[in-house]
Each structure stands twice: as C-alpha cells, then as structure tokens.
C-alpha cells in the first residue's frame, strides 16, 4: 500500500486508470463533492468504492480533508481535489468501504485475552506448555508477579498440567492456566497456598479438586472448584487495563473496525475512556452502555451516579444509555430462556431478581422504564423467545408510559430465537436487534440436540428480520469470537458452521444487506447515521480497505481477504503491514479458528460475553 505519492506521479496513475471504468449503480459523471475549500489530506484510489448510500452507489476513488469525506467519483474527479501535500492509498483494485462498526465488543477483554496479559498454552505436549510458563517468568517485570495463561486442552495434552509440571519454572510466580473450554484451571503451588487449598479443602457441590496418589491436591481444579481462587487472583492493575485497552483497539484496526460499542462498562472503565480520549489516545468512535445490574435498585444506584461526558469530542466517546440481561444463551448450558422447553425438557429462567418469573419479568419492566425516563438507550442482552418477548413488552411499555423521550432506539442484543410476530412488532415501533453472524458459525449445527434442527436453523433470523423491516446491526461480540466482521459477513451469507453443514437457509442473505449490518445501519444504533456509516460527502473520513471483491466474490473467500487499510478521520491507523507482532499472530487463521475454538466452548459451558473476564 502506498501512502505518500505527490500529485503528480498520482495524476500519472490515476489516468491510465480512469478510461472503461463504468460500473453500474457508478455515482453521475460529476462527482459528489462537499462545500469547502483545500485540497484533500487523503485520497483513496484505484478501488471499488461501496459508498452504502441507501441507493448502495459506487465509485472508483474517495477523497478526506480534515477528517470529513470531501468528494467520491472516479479516480480523475478525485485527482482534482489533491494537492502537494495530499497522501494517497492505492486500494489495487480492492473493496473501499465506510469503517467498520463493530456494535458489541468487550473492548478490556479482547486486549486481555492476548500476550503479554494472557499467555497462550495451547500446545500439543506438556513440555511446550511449560516452556512458555518459564518464558513468560523470564519476562515479567515484578518478581512475584502473576502469570496468566489459558487454551490448554487436555485431551491433545493426554492430561492436565499439574503443580509438579509449573513448580519448577516458576519461582515465586503464581502461576494460573484455564483450559480452552472454561471447565477446569491449573495452577501451581503458590497458588493452592494463597487459596488455602489443602489434602483437606472440600470442593464445592459439583467441584473436584484432583489429587495425587498421596492425597494431595494436584493444582487442577475442575467445574466449580475454580471458584476456590477467586479470592486471591487480583485484578489487573490501572496500567495494565489501558495497556490492554490499546491492544484492543490495535487488534480492531487490523480488522478495519473504526467505530465500536462496549456494552455493559462500569464507571471505572469509562472514566479511562474519557481520560484516553483527552489525551488522544482513543483512537477509534467509541459508543459505550454501562452496566445496569439485575435488579430494580441496582439500575437506580447506577442512574445515581452517572454524570454526563463534559470536554470529550462526542464522535469520539459517547455513553447511550444502559446494558441489562434477562438470560443466559441456548447452547448446551440452556439457560437462555424460552417458551418451549429445551429437547430434553429442561428450560433456563430469567438471572434477573425475581424469587418467581413474574417477579422478574415485572423487575425487568420497572428497570427498563426507569432507564428510559432518564432519556437513555437500552440494549438488553436476551436470547431466548420467551426472555426477547419480555423484553420487547418492557420496551413497549416504557415508551407507552412515557412519550417524550422520543425513538429511543432501545434494541434486543443478540436476539437469537426472535418470534417472527416480535420482530414484525420491533420494527413497527423502531426496535433494533443486535445479531452475531460470527457466532452463528462457531454453533453451526452443534445446538440441534438442544434446540431441536428447526430453532437451529431459525437461531438469528436475519432474513425474517430485514424482510419485517427490523434495524438489524451485527456484531463480533469479542473476545467470545475474533472480531472478524469477514467472517460475520461470510456467514450471515452462507449459515455455514466450523464443522460443515448448513443451520438456516431460509435465512440466508445477500452480501450488500451483511455489509449494511456492519456499517449504516451500527451508525443508526449509536445515534450517528447523519455523520457515519457511509462514504457520502460530509460523512465521517473513517474507511476500510480490504484486498478482495467482497461483494461481488465467492462468498467463501471473504473471511480470508486481507485487510488492506483502515483510516479514521483520515489518518491511517493501520497499513496492511502488522508492524505489531501480536497483532499480526491475531490475524493469523490459525489464531483466529483457535480463539473461536475457545468462544465456542465458553458459549457451550453457559458462559457468555460478559462473564468470559
């Protein structure tokens, strides 16, 4: 990619470019340009240019000055607003889009979830496993620090590491390794005597701790066991939470992601995105929605505090309103909550407050109405039939009861079993749903002995929803899955699983209406569909540049054309090089399918995104 070229080896370029180059749906012969006057800072060139106007129009070229889309038309009409100090990007012919709007990520736990916070030990022998602990002791700063890791999976290991494996590498270190599916730790000693965990400790119902010939504890602790560390593994330190944070927004440029939301942050974590965003270093649109908690007083304790942003550009960090949950997910867990019992007769209830259902559902009513009379959005996290038809009446209920708090945009957040008759009423009165194409392909088929094959096929109805008129925006929800939005396109297209087959043809659809999700649409769900979301004249200069015909190629591709460029305001965050080395083993396959390996075991264990960290 070529980010400094004068205008005139441009203008060379760009007219031996410039003839045949008709496309239909093309913008006029003249270009649209915004009022001002200067030449532009940037201009991308030589790509086929997905404005995602409503009349999805397209173009050659796209040109930025101060942060603003300038003009977009044909390489020559853009060659006309540069200048001698005007950067350009060859796109080669690639996909130009709006940047991307990832609208659900755990921004703290995708950066925690990667080196140097989190050591990946996923290995095939012990021996490996143990000399990634010993290069992480070498490295770390403090000498009794801890050392965290995860991905271990016992069955490619032939057991679980022990005490007696981590003991001798790591000095005065505690040492803590989660498996890849969330179901055991081990640790080492240090550990188990910080915890208090002797031959004589008794796990908790449904724990084991797992013990040597001698009777005594191995360092493995399994299901509820776990929960005996808790106590004494600290949390990470302020430095290392924004060190994290950076990480996370670096991981995002690499996937060409400008704008996101973090829903459910507590006060803390927003206080950090202020302060970031003063010294500018939030270097991507951040939308946040802070915890609510599980019950009536909690929202009200939560709405107490809550002091508005002063000083911050609000394209840059903007809180909408409140994050709540009613249940859990549909997956081999069952705790989402539905109307017909899982195929084995079980069914989850809400995790709300509430000793019975209509407690809770009169719970969620009041909290819902009480964050809508502050005059602020709510997502609520909601997954089953049952737990969505609630939180859609709550919706109804607190706009009914209180009218001037105008299209408050409240949305279903994730929303996978949404009855076709709710989604009919959501889009009557504005309701969005937040889907996760990415997450449909870690399941694939996988829920069928839960659900049953129809509501497998049925889980995330993007077709059924954008046909009934639903605002549907998707969403990556990492760290649960990388936050690759190729992958969420290629399978909202497909409704291919990990593992092959097919989980809902019927709700397939097209590639322009996937892309859609991920750009005007995210901009419609912060608030911000007037100034970002598209490549239009006035809209905000963030794009993403990606080596590949997204939408016009197989759609099997997708997921595998690299990113090219990202651009925010019109500086470029991301080059295509990946000059950080764990950025670029991030965007590797291979760490890409094992982290998805990981989310899905999560999400089959019951534990969603926001209990992953």
């Not at 990492?478 to 190729?486: D, H």
């Not at 322009?512 to 991920?518: G, Q, S, V």
Request: glycine share 10%.
């Amino acid at each position: 990619m070529r980010t400094d070229v004068n205008r005139r080896s441009f203008l060379r370029t760009t007219a031996a470019m410039s003839a045949g180059m008709a496309v239909a749906g093309t913008l006029p012969a003249a270009p649209a340009l915004a009022q001002g006057r200067g030449p532009a800072d940037l201009i991308v060139y030589n790509g086929r240019v997905l404005v995602m106007d409503r009349r999805m129009r397209q173009a050659r070229a796209v040109a930025i000055r101060d942060g603003v889309v300038i003009g977009v038309g044909s390489d020559r009409d853009m060659v006309r607003l540069s200048g001698r100090r005007t950067r350009s990007i060859n796109a080669n012919g690639g996909t130009v889009l709006p940047g991307i709007n990832d609208s659900h990520v755990h921004l703290g736990g995708l950066g925690f979830d990667h080196p140097p916070f989190t050591v990946n030990v996923d290995t095939a022998t012990m021996e490996e496993l143990v000399g990634l602990v010993a290069a992480a002791v070498a490295e770390a700063g403090a000498p009794d620090s801890w050392i965290r890791g995860g991905g271990w999976n016992e069955n490619r290991l032939r057991r679980a590491p022990r005490r007696t494996d981590l003991d001798p590498v790591s000095g005065a270190h505690p040492v803590i390794l989660r498996d890849f599916s969330g179901h055991m730790v081990a640790v080492n000693s240090k550990v188990l005597q910080l915890a208090g965990i002797t031959r004589d400790t008794v796990p908790p119902p449904g724990g084991v701790i797992e013990k040597d010939a001698a009777g005594e504890p191995t360092g493995v602790l399994r299901e509820s066991a776990q929960s005996l560390i808790q106590s004494v593994v600290p949390p990470f330190t302020p430095e290392e939470t924004e060190n994290a944070i950076k990480l996370g927004i670096a991981l995002l440029h690499a996937q060409g992601v400008t704008s996101m939301t973090d829903p459910g942050i507590g006060y803390p974590q927003l206080d950090l995105y202020r302060r970031m965003s003063l010294e500018g270093t939030l270097a991507i649109r951040m939308t946040a929605l802070i915890t609510g908690g599980r019950s009536p007083q909690e929202v009200r304790d939560t709405l107490a505090a809550y002091r508005p942003l002063k000083g911050v550009d609000r394209r840059l960090l903007t809180v909408a309103g409140c994050k709540l949950i009613i249940d859990g997910v549909p997956t081999a867990a069952q705790t989402a909550w539905l109307h017909t019992p899982y195929v084995d007769g079980r069914n989850g209830v809400p995790v709300i407050a509430g000793a019975t259902i209509e407690e809770a559902v009169a719970n969620i009513h009041e909290m819902i109405a009480l964050v809508h009379n502050a005059g602020l959005q709510v997502g609520t996290h909601a997954t089953g039939d049952a737990g969505i038809d609630a939180v859609v009446s709550a919706y109804l209920a607190a706009m009914r009861g209180n009218r001037r708090f105008r299209d408050p945009r409240h949305y279903v957040i994730h929303g996978d079993l949404t009855p076709r008759e709710t989604l009919r009423t959501m889009a009557r009165n504005n309701i969005g749903v937040n889907m996760n194409a990415t997450i449909k392909y870690l399941l694939g088929r996988t829920l069928d002995a839960n659900l049953g094959p129809e509501r497998t096929d049925y889980q995330w109805p993007y077709r059924s929803a954008l046909d009934l008129g639903v605002k549907v925006t998707s969403a990556s929800d990492a760290p649960v899955t990388a936050p690759s939005w190729r992958q969420g396109v290629q399978s909202a297209v497909l409704r291919e699983g990990r593992f092959g087959g097919v989980a809902g043809e019927a709700e397939r659809i097209g590639t322009d209406e996937a892309l859609i999700t991920y750009t005007r649409t995210s901009a419609w769900q912060d608030r911000a569909e007037r100034w970002k979301g598209t490549l239009e004249p006035g809209m905000a200069g963030d794009v993403c540049v990606v080596s590949g015909d997204v939408l016009d190629g197989d759609p099997h591709t997708i997921v595998d054309m690299p990113i090219a460029a990202t651009v925010l305001g019109g500086a470029v965050v991301y080059d295509g090089t990946g000059s950080d080395a764990t950025v670029t083993k991030a965007m590797t396959p291979a760490d890409i399918e094992r982290r998805n390996a990981y989310g899905a075991a999560c999400l089959t264990a019951g534990l969603c995104c926001c209990q992953r960290h």
